[in-house]
């Protein structure tokens, strides 16, 4: 019974992940643009620096983008297969984090009632079924944080547990060969959290415990140095430079002013109530109900530890969005499935001398079931027709379909001061790079000269004479203009 429930679990978080992943095109402005950089990786072939619009675009190192390129070439340029590198790495999560869990001596419910809660949390589903590096950053971090507390509980072992180590390794490479520096903060900030706590509740300092994970750290550097020196090859010094501090540091203390996503130090205090949904109140109840056992459980402690330090980490951050919390849904489905164990062994405590916690305990496995279910009913009616109808107003191939009408009647068609999301939408769905056009003057010139030219414009207003609006497309509250002269 036990091994069918792991069974039916398994193909259940599947059919969650992979149900009509395809069926909706690229939404918002994350998909076309990190979509379009990998098309124009795989149309270049240059592997190294990426680029959106033919300009090199560093924001982060690029191991999603290497997976969805290499996904383009395999599946062809189709939505499901940039999607594909997201949704694979938030399998590999859940079965991670079943795994460690039954490693750490956990029952078989209760791991796979975390893997449960997990997969049905907003943030996760959502982001491991788009395009982007943040599902890959959460596997990184899941990993490395993961193998780091087992290596803490073989300890006392007489030799040391180099397999441990060695995914802690691949843990920190998955997550710094996705977003660089963040990829190694937001598993240093929980082992510093963890070894300190450990320090003071035991009142002495074992500097190997601390040398242990510098040291495995580093090796798992290697990978990310190469790519830099690569890198450092064809951009030089700035390149290192936009990669390591402007988008890393930078964005962290806010001094690179075109990063966008500022927000008030309160952001994430204010979106708790949507954090961790539709378990929100699980994990808050549970952080509150497990306080004072933290000094005497290990166990607890690392994973309450893992969801304050991180927050932390990202409330001291300038740059903010709801995305970046999806690296603490593991341990807020750990801590919510806990509390779930703990509430269970109180009502059967109680039904020894209550009809009703009798009839309560009867109950709450249907009761649960349900509740889950509904839940998953939820996700799979929005994948199949909520996401395809946000095509309507969100999706922009519309116009690129207008785009490549135009191209095989003749018309030479530039994009004029384009959006990344525009950018990427382009190459992505006409699997070619349009010509670009930054300045106005040279926007006249070259129609002046052309009459097969055709501009595209991103305007809240219509362009003025001497231009003449050729066509438009309306994307949600966006106009685009097709101009000449």
């Known amino acids: 019974m036990k091994s069918r429930y792991g069974l039916v679990v398994a193909l259940l978080c ?22 379009g950089i990998a098309m124009e990786m795989h149309l270049s072939g240059s592997w190294v620096t990426p680029t959106l619009n033919g300009a090199p675009f560093l924001e982060k190192p690029p191991l999603s983008l290497w997976l969805d390129a290499s996904a383009i070439r395999a599946f062809g340029a189709v939505p499901f297969a940039v999607r594909l590198a997201s949704v694979c790495a938030g399998l590999l999560t859940l079965w991670l984090l079943y795994v460690m869990l039954r490693r ?22 959502g982001n491991a079924r788009q395009v982007g590096e943040d599902a890959l950053l959460a596997l990184g971090v899941a990993t490395a944080l993961l193998a780091f507390f087992q290596a803490s509980r073989d300890r006392q072992q007489p030799t040391l547990p ?4 060695l995914l802690f390794s691949l843990g920190i490479v998955i997550s710094t060969l996705s977003k660089g520096v963040l990829g190694l903060a937001l598993p240093g900030v929980v082992i510093f959290a963890y070894l300190l706590a450990e320090t003071l509740i035991e009142r002495r300092l074992v500097l190997r415990h601390w040398l242990r994970p510098l ?4 090796l798992a550097l290697v990978p990310l140095l190469v790519w830099l020196y690569l890198l450092f090859g064809q951009g030089g010094v700035d390149a290192l430079k936009a990669v390591l501090w402007t988008n890393s540091v930078g964005r962290f203390s806010g001094s690179f002013e075109d990063a966008g996503h500022y927000e008030p130090f309160y952001y994430y205090l204010s979106k708790l109530p949507e954090a ?18 933290l000094r005497s459980n290990r166990y607890l402690l690392f994973f309450s530890l893992w969801l304050l330090a991180q927050f932390l980490l990202l409330t001291l951050a300038s740059s903010k969005r709801m995305v970046y919390l999806m690296s603490l849904t593991p ?15 109180r009502l059967r405590q109680r039904a020894e001398t209550s009809d009703t916690a009798r009839r309560w305990l009867k109950r709450s496995p249907a009761m649960a079931a349900s509740v889950f279910a509904l839940v998953c009913v939820g996700y799979l009616a929005s994948a199949q027709w ?5 095509d309507l107003t969100v999706s922009l191939e519309p116009l690129t379909h207008r785009v490549q009408a135009l191209q095989a009647e003749g018309r030479h068609v530039v994009l004029f001061q384009p959006s990344e999301r525009l950018a990427g939408a382009s190459v992505f769905y006409s699997h070619s790079l349009l010509d670009t056009v930054q300045d106005d003057n040279q926007l006249q010139t070259l129609l002046s000269h052309s009459a097969s030219t055709v501009a595209i414009m991103e305007k809240t207003e219509p362009p003025l004479p001497p231009l003449t609006i050729v066509d438009q497309v309306k994307v949600g509250d966006r106009v685009y203009y097709f101009v000449s002269r």
């Open 14 to 35: 599947t059919l969650l992940l992979f149900f009509a992943l395809g069926k909706s095109q690229l939404q918002n402005s994350t998909e076309p643009r990190v979509a």
């Open 104 to 125: 750490f001596h956990r029952p078989r419910l209760i791991a796979l009632g975390a893997v449960c809660l997990l997969v049905t949390t907003a943030t996760f589903w």
């Open 162 to 165: 180099l397999g441990v180590w």
């Open 215 to 218: 040291l495995f750290t580093l």
């Open 276 to 293: 961790f949904l539709p378990w929100n109140l699980l994990v808050y109840l549970g952080l509150w109900h497990f306080r004072k056992q």
């Open 331 to 345: 341990p807020a489905a750990v801590i919510a499935m806990e509390y779930l164990a703990a509430l269970q062994a």
């Open 386 to 390: 909520l996401a395809p109808r946000a």
